[in-house]
């Protein structure tokens, strides 16, 4: 069974930066053959659609809500996917999810959860006013 781990949530100050990771659990799973992407949550609202990466790394496309302060990186030697968070407002408060979609085009992103494959247990955001 393929798991995700998601980490570097936190408590943080409207306006500071945090930097999410993911990776997998186990040796065998390797995020290079995997697009990725990043959801999140908020209390009493659906999970919804943030960000996503192609395999290649090459492509990638943010929501309305988090462009030009979120960006989105992979690192596959390090078997690793990084959600940059800057210019963090109240809003952004929710569990962050990332997610794993197996696909064989290099520069193809995914937008819908019901695509992905894997996911992360969540990290949580929490951003003060």
């Known amino acids: 069974q393929v798991q995700l781990v998601d980490s570097g949530g936190g408590l943080v100050q409207a306006g500071g930066s945090l930097r999410l990771s993911c990776a997998p659990s186990?040796?065998?799973?390797?995020?290079?053959?995997?697009?990725m992407g990043w959801f999140r949550q908020a209390p009493g609202k659906e999970r919804e659609f943030v960000t996503a990466?192609?395999?290649?790394?090459?492509?990638?496309y943010y929501a309305d809500s988090v462009k030009g302060r979120f960006a989105i990186s992979r690192d596959n030697a390090k078997n690793t996917v990084y959600l940059q968070m800057n210019s963090l407002k109240p809003e952004d408060t929710a569990v962050y999810y990332c997610?794993?979609?197996?696909?064989?085009?290099?520069?193809?992103?995914?937008?819908?959860?019901?695509?992905?494959?894997?996911w992360g247990q969540g990290t949580r955001v929490t951003v003060s006013s």
């Open positions: 186990g040796r065998t799973f390797s995020i290079s053959t995997y697009a």
């Open positions: 990466i192609s395999k290649s790394g090459g492509s990638t």
């Open positions: 997610a794993a979609k197996s696909t064989y085009s290099s520069g193809r992103y995914y937008l819908t959860e019901y695509e992905y494959n894997y």
